[in-house]
């Protein structure tokens, strides 16, 4: 009872600290319900707990340099697309901050990366049921003119608890131009960034390094529309603890990546090269999943929005993959020909990525490997060439037109068998047509359509083509139908040419959503920036409602 | 578990009080294309309302929603004097491909990048697209979540509402 | 001055990592010395696996490897749980049969341990040491690269029970029924309640493994659960007050082949996607293995392991 009171109190002395020192509360919160029957013919479970859901609320006050935020999340349980570890209620995200004099200190979690995030980055991806949020102390300089300092100390988040490694890190940039008060059209940002994690290990057989360090540089050319950027990574030794010979790997490891682009009013292209070799970098050395990757190689292919150009999309291999890509984008002008009266949007988008020589780099007593720095000729891993073309054909029609050609290779980016079901080869073909009724009536359509075939004879049948057909009623700004199915006509096994049918609708209203759907979803790779998790099929009822303030 | 919960619902009581007043940008750094770091609360525009629409290169709606204000644009600007600054939430992975799309799509907003989400994460927001619309004393006056063919006439109506009144 | 201070952590951080030149291999181990004592701390890997599961020999190798290092008080445990990867082949009702991972490992017990300790269900391979740091958030879970570690720690344990396992045979028995007496003893005195378990395991059984990329066809299982010789979670043994010295004896009298065919039948009526497959055991290679633990933290104290037919 005494508690509670003083728990009021607080509250109060807090709700008279806003008004008095001109702070505010902000804050978002989001609500996933889903119900679960059992599908055998596309083998969805139902789950025992009938109902699962997540849901998670962010608060933040902010008044002029002080700042503090928490997170409630809720996961009773955890939606059966979520890791099962995540159970239960909490709050595993708080923090405090102020900023004075050009610093400014972070107390409790916060999210960091350095550089592109080679060799780290802590963020949250709510869809992918990812958080590893650090758990320290952080301190962010700006030292006088162009530099700014970050360094930090802490643990990252796993689930509910905390990784054993602890990271110490450190990330310097600077702005030449500024620094040194060049008045020069090119302008050159370098950075630098140093990680070190410690571990306490013990191993009777083996020497282990108990403080693994990984450091990357980085470089920013611009002039005009040009624009360069590099940045480069090696991570020292970080054998995990075992006691078998052949898993012991004593070899470092490096990654790079490299853009270059150029772009001016109505057109702009990117061309980039990454590699990265051995370059996996865990808060905790011995464990598997994606909850303990601190490390992010940028996945180097396009990020597909239509659901039959992400049925088969690039995961990142931080342990090893060399990859290009190119993309090219362009308006044609008004009045033209192909413009039109709006002008017509294009878009190329090629990328490709394959092994390295041998596998990655490998090195203890009896072995030592480092595969070469460029060779192409290597195992295929993926490959995507597409254009999307974007047209306002009048005031009332608009149409979005992709064609792709991707070649997955389903035996090694899903961990198979190789011989299983190899290398698939996919056209696939979307049409985005959407018609303006009347003011505020709009209504759309997709369709989309996806041959594939394996590329050479496997075990395992093949899930063949596919098609897709959406329908989609929209009133501004409050509404929206939609309607949708996705037929796999062409599964190699009959029994599996099945329909998974959805219908949504949403209700928004200011910052407020309202989304209730129905239908069966198929089981598949689901992929945020590279990052992937696998999506069981399920078949069910969602609520979903977000609203921020 | 109790305590928290009355910790919370009076947070949430606060929060409805201030939320009246109107809330104004947290003070969090973007970097421009050109790579210099910028903070949110010194953008400004004369007095004038300002647009702030979070979106990012892979998110269909969002660029649906910014190539539609692009036509009509100019003409907010002549009677309204409105400035739309888009923040791009793109990751490391597709934030080259921010300027090329932004400068082949012919906007002429200002553009920053927010690749870490901070900013992203203090105006509570959890998906793109995203709009905000400021007024002349830079407080947060009205916002909507996501985008449907024909906001856009709403979010100008809200604008008009802001310069006549 | 704050350039200097940060110059200072710079150095700090820089100066903290540790690049290891090859030889990588430590050499010597010193062995435990035992002879002083009449019981050492022996440690239970209860290895969460699966036939299909490719990863899962890496687990099983590190298991004898972690074995050849610290030797008999290593005692290993093979649990083959779960749908996804320890469920025989074929099941695909539209035919194609598989004839390569046909035999059903699994047992009602491990099914029970493995829905209890929510192994299979998070992705195998994984194992328990011991079943220490036991939550519900999962953290008695272990991958088998934290195995090592962990076994060092609880080496350096106190050693609070001793068991000792007798097997015989008298002429009246069965050819296949034995006597089995659990005779054990506290090694300090100790205020909780305590569980015995007895289980059988079979060592060496050649048959099919996914191994990485490859499907092998002679793989040796090793030290797989058969059968338990008391209930999953074991019976009373010893509870409350015990005394320094106090001795405790349990005795079963067990006939191997109706063992057997209690897992054929239950792997035939019982068990999701079971085919029956789950016969043909060895009598030379099966162990005696029994164990016991503390059920208010599930934590096992005290493991022991003896040839069936005393080789």
Known sequence: ?549 | MKKTILFLTSIFFCATLTLAQGKSLPNIDVKTLQGKTINIQDLENDGKPMVISFWATWCKPCKKELNTIAEVYDDWQEETGVKLIAISIDDTRSMSKVAPYVNSSDWDYEVYLDSNSDLKRAMGVSTVPHTFLINGEGKIVWNHKGYIDGDEEELYEQIQHLVTK | ?311
């Open chain 3, 1 to 311: 001055m704050n350039r200097f201070f940060y110059i200072i952590i710079a150095t700090i951080f820089i100066s903290s990592c540790e690049v290891i030149e090859g030889p990588y291999m430590n050499g010597t181990i010193d062995p435990i010395d035992t002879t002083n004592n009449v019981y050492v701390k022996n440690i239970l890997i209860e290895d969460f696996t699966g036939h299909t599961c490719k990863n899962c020999p890496d687990a099983a190798r590190e298991l004898d490897a972690i074995h050849d290092v610290y030797g008999s008080q290593i005692i290993g445990l093979a649990i083959h749980a779960g749908q996804t990867f320890a469920r025989p082949y074929p099941i695909d009702p539209t035919g194609n049969p598989d004839e390569k991972f046909i035999y059903d490992f699994r047992t009602s017990w491990g099914e029970e341990l493995d829905g209890f300790f929510q192994v299979s269900a998070n992705g195998l391979p994984k194992g328990m040491i011991n079943r220490i740091d036991y939550s519900s958030s999962g953290d008695h879970r272990k991958d088998w690269g934290e195995w090592a570690n962990i076994v060092g720690d609880e080496l350096s344990k106190d050693v609070l029970f001793g068991i000792n396992i007798e097997i015989n045979q008298t002429p009246l028995m069965l050819s296949d029924q034995f006597d089995i007496i659990i005779n054990s003893e506290s090694l300090s005195a100790m205020s909780g309640n305590y569980k015995l378990v007895v289980c059988l395991t079979e060592n060496n059984i050649t048959n099919w493994q996914k191994d990485g990329d490859n499907d092998d066809e002679s793989y040796v299982h090793k030290h797989v659960l058969r059968s338990f010789l008391t209930p999953t979670f074991g019976e009373d043994f010893a509870s409350e007050e015990i005394n320094n010295g106090d001795s405790f004896s349990n005795a079963y009298s067990p006939v191997i082949s109706t063992l057997e065919n209690n897992n054929i039948n239950h792997s035939q009526n019982i068990l999701t996607l079971g085919n029956g497959n789950a016969g043909d055991w060895d009598l030379n290679n099966m162990y005696v293995l029994a164990y016991i633990y503390d059920e208010s933290n599930n934590e096992i104290l005290q493991v022991e392991e003896k040839s069936l037919l005393n080789k």
């Open chain 1, 1 to 549: 009872m005494k508690n509670k009171f003083l728990t009021f109190l607080f509250s109060i002395s807090c709700c008279n600290l806003i008004a008095q020192n001109n702070g505010q509360i902000t804050g978002d919160f989001s609500l996933n319900l889903q119900s679960y029957v059992e599908d055998a013919a596309i083998n969805a479970a139902a789950a025992d707990e009938v109902v699962l859901n997540n849901a998670f609320l962010n608060l933040t006050y902010s008044s002029n340099n002080f700042i503090i935020g928490l997170r409630y999340e809720s996961y009773l349980n955890a939606l059966l697309d979520y890791d099962s570890e995540f159970r239960g209620n909490g709050v595993p995200y708080r923090y405090a901050g102020y900023t004075i004099d050009g610093l400014e200190i972070t107390a409790g979690n916060f999210y960091e990366q350095f550089g592109s995030g080679l060799i780290f980055r802590s963020y949250e991806e709510k869809g992918l049921g990812i958080d590893n949020a650090m758990d320290g102390i952080r301190l962010k300089y700006k030292i006088g003119k162009g530099i700014s300092l970050k360094s930090f100390i802490g643990k990252s988040r796993t689930f509910f608890t905390y990784a054993e490694g602890i990271f110490r890190g450190i990330d310097a940039e600077i702005d030449i131009n500024e620094s040194f008060e060049l008045e020069n059209t090119t302008k050159y940002i370098l950075g630098g960034s140093f990680i070190s994690r410690y571990e306490q290990r013990t191993n009777p057989k083996f020497i282990i390094p108990q403080n693994v360090a990984a450091y990357a540089g980085r470089l920013n050319i611009l002039n005009g529309g040009w624009n360069y950027y590099g940045e480069f990574a090696y991570k020292i030794n970080d054998p995990i603890n075992s006691l078998q010979e052949n898993q012991m790997n004593y070899a470092s490891g490096s990654a790079f990546t490299n853009s270059l682009t150029y772009s001016q009013r109505g057109f702009g292209i990117t061309a980039e090269i990454h590699r990265a070799d051995n370059m996996l970098l865990l808060s905790e050395r011995e464990r598997t999943g994606k909850a303990y990757i601190m490390n992010y190689i940028p996945t180097l292919s396009k990020p597909h929005a239509y659901t039959l150009l992400a049925i088969y999309p690039c995961a990142t291999q931080a342990m090893g993959e060399l990859g290009v890509q190119l993309d090219i984008f362009y308006k044609i002008k008004k009045g033209t020909l192909l413009g039109g009266k709006y002008g017509t949007k294009v878009n190329f988008n090629f990328s490709r990525i394959n092994g390295l020589e041998g596998g990655y780099s490998m090195l203890n007593d009896n072995q030592d490997h480092s595969p070469d720095l460029f060779d192409f000729s290597q195992e295929l891993y993926y490959s995507d060439i597409n254009i999307e073309i974007n047209k306002k054909i009048n005031k009332n029609i608009r149409y979005n037109a992709v064609i792709a050609n991707q070649t997955y290779n389903k035996d090694f980016l899903e961990g198979k068998t190789p011989g299983e079901y190899g290398v698939l080869n996919s056209t696939i073909a979307v049409l985005d047509l959407s018609y303006r009724i009347k003011k505020g009536h709009t209504i759309r359509f997709e369709t989309q359509a996806l041959f594939s075939k394996q590329l050479e004879t496997a075990s395992k049948e093949a899930e063949g083509d596919w098609l897709m057909a959406l329908a989609e009623y929209t009133i501004s700004p409050n509404w929206f139908f939609a309607i949708q199915d996705m037929y796999n006509y062409g599964n190699e096994n009959e029994s599996k040419r099945l329909h998974y049918m959805n219908i949504n609708v949403g209700f928004l209203k200011g910052s407020t959503r309202f989304e209730i759907g129905y239908g069966k979803k198929r089981e598949g790779i689901f992929c945020v920036g590279g990052v992937c998790k696998l999506v069981p099929s399920s078949n069910g009822l969602n609520l979903s409602i977000t609203t921020s303030f």
